[in-house]
């Protein structure tokens, strides 16, 4: 069982940057493909950004593209989403999610393991 423990939210205005980072209880980690989604209030879960287990393999949703910057240190059992240019959209709770497979994936049902969630907030 992977437990997954996301931190870094909090409460920032428009055009203000977070970090959040997602630490993993396996070193196991090393192997899977990560993710990050969000949600926002009264709505459905949806995906932001992905990395294969090395890294190299990254994908974003449209709406956080050049915004938004999905990294990994293995070695530390983390992951990170650096939040750039943050909207009042960007408010939402966000989850970090590991999948038992290499590859990256924008689908949720891929993906087994998830943290609590952290509360992201922008004002305006």
């Known amino acids: 069982q992977v437990q997954l423990i996301e931190s870094g939210g909090g409460l920032v205005q428009a055009g203000g940057s977070l970090r959040l980072s997602c630490a993993a209880s396996?070193?196991?980690?090393?192997?899977?493909?990560m993710g990050w989604f969000r949600q926002a209030p009264g709505k459905e879960r949806e995906f932001v950004a992905t990395s294969s287990w090395d890294g190299a393999g990254t994908l974003y949703a449209d709406s956080v593209k050049g915004r938004f910057t999905i990294s990994r240190d293995n070695a530390k059992s983390t992951v990170y989403l650096q939040m750039n240019s943050l909207k009042p959209e960007d408010t939402a709770v966000y989850y970090c999610?590991?999948?038992?497979?290499?590859?990256?994936?924008?689908?949720?049902?891929?993906?087994?393991?998830w943290g609590q969630g952290t509360q992201v907030t922008v004002s305006s």
């Open positions: 999610a590991a999948r038992t497979a290499a590859y990256r994936s924008s689908l949720q049902t891929d993906y087994t393991y």
């Open positions: 396996e070193r196991t980690f090393s192997y899977y493909a």
